[in-house]
């Protein structure tokens, strides 16, 4: 039996401050929420009254056990996985269902067919060369990939091939693991760095910094992650965010980045962008790889040609994906009408956005930014809690115990050291002193609406 309102379960693990901006906009779409997170991510400290319930996925052992355990109590219509560590939870809980294993496998599977779509896209999902490879295949334009085996390997590929070129580990999210390299000596240093990242000895020391053994575990089930070298192409990084259905796309919208965090980093201003290249790029690979739920395509919009190049996909929200503007661009309301089995919502009038600065994106890259006052600045000023708790950064990741201590000897000094106001501050500026600030005359400086060539991601 359909329900009026579909279940959605929002299951994460890092704290990005765009997964509680997309909780938001799906209860506003039409959803009702549940969130799996972990116990310090703003989706569970807020209190936000969208969420009508709560779960614990520890970042660093037991998410996919977590996640299922969620799953049996919320019994989710779709799970919206809000990062790649919550992506390849489900990859893991599908395979376990296909073999027998766990409660109601059958409904297991079926739930993450209509949340990620076909099985067989996953290991597409999870590895850079495979993506490449199967786009390829398929007549996207893409840049040359192969993967690395070895340091000599490296030395080999790069003896003739002209610089700048992209190392990139796979598993990693954000742009954590992309590192352009310009000599030798860089792309030798990098390939080392990207190797310790997964290697034995950063998880067993992560062992002792997060008391864990969550790093040691995921080393071992989920093996050597591949780098991959990539030919750089010049250009803007450029986003295609569809939500989808059983390969089939409900409704796109595309974006440019304007800023981002750093040179390899996401995007914090974008300008919305119309082009029909990336769209029938975007709607065959997602046709060819039976796709569902929502996902992201990252491209570069080459310099010489002005063609899009595709460069990742993102099997899970990108920031861009609460942004709408008619029903072409609702990315949630389509979704929520098709899990419905129902018309899609109404739109009323809403005013098209060429150019969107994300909010605490930009806030916290430059306070002082341009962009904060004269394009549009999505801040959603009718969640209070939202605003106050992002204008400051958040932690990403998980607390090393060593931090955790740190930081409880810091409160017990404010408690014991002041008194009154200040020693009740939070840091995080009072919404309507935020409001004034940002609504204030922009600074005597400009700022171009064109950035420098970057290797970003939206």
Sequence with gaps: MLRKRPRALVATTVHWASTTRLCLALA????????????DHG???????????????????????????????????????????????????????????????????????????????FAVARRKSALVDFARA?????????????????????????????LKLDGCTGGVGVRIVRSMSEAERSFRELMAMSAWPTAIRQVGTRLSVGPVLRRWRRGIPAITLQRFVPGRPANRAVSCWNGEVLAGISAAALRTIDETGPATVVRIIENREMAEAVAHLVRGLGLSGFVGFDFILDKATGRPVLIEMNARPTPICHVFFDDA????GA??????????????????????????QELLRDPHSEYLRKPYHDVPW??????????????????????????????????????????AADGSPHVEVLRSELSASPPARTVPLESPDAYGVL
Excluded at 340 to 354: F, H, I, S, T
């Design 382 to 423: 009718d969640e209070p809690a939202f605003v106050s708790a992002y204008a400051r950064p958040v932690r990403q990741h998980a607390r090393r115990w060593t931090e955790a201590v740190a930081e409880h000897v810091q409160i017990v000094r404010t408690r014991f050291g002041q008194t009154g106001e200040a020693a």
């Design 43 to 121: 989706l569970r400290k807020l209190n936000l009254q969208a969420i009508a319930a709560h779960y614990d996925c520890p970042p660093e052992t037991g998410t996919t056990q977590a996640i299922a355990e969620a799953i049996a109590a919320w019994s989710p219509d779709i799970v919206i996985p809000g990062d790649d560590l919550a992506v390849t939870s489900l990859h893991e809980l599908c395979a376990r269902a296909a073999r027998g294993a766990g409660k109601n496998p059958r409904q297991l599977l079926d739930l993450i067919a209509r949340s990620l779509g076909d099985h067989r896209s």
């Design 138 to 166: 398929n007549a996207v334009l893409v840049p040359d990939t192969i993967v690395i085996d070895d340091l000599a390997d490296l030395r080999g590929r790069l003896a003739a091939a002209p610089f700048p070129q992209v």
């Design 28 to 39: 506003d779409g039409g959803f009702d929420v549940a969130a799996a997170a972990p116990a």
């Design 335 to 360: 979704l929520c009408a098709k899990l419905a089995g129902a018309k899609r919502r109404q739109l009323g009038e809403a005013a098209r956005r060429e150019i969107i600065a994300f909010f605490p």
């Design 329 to 332: 661009s609702d990315l949630i």
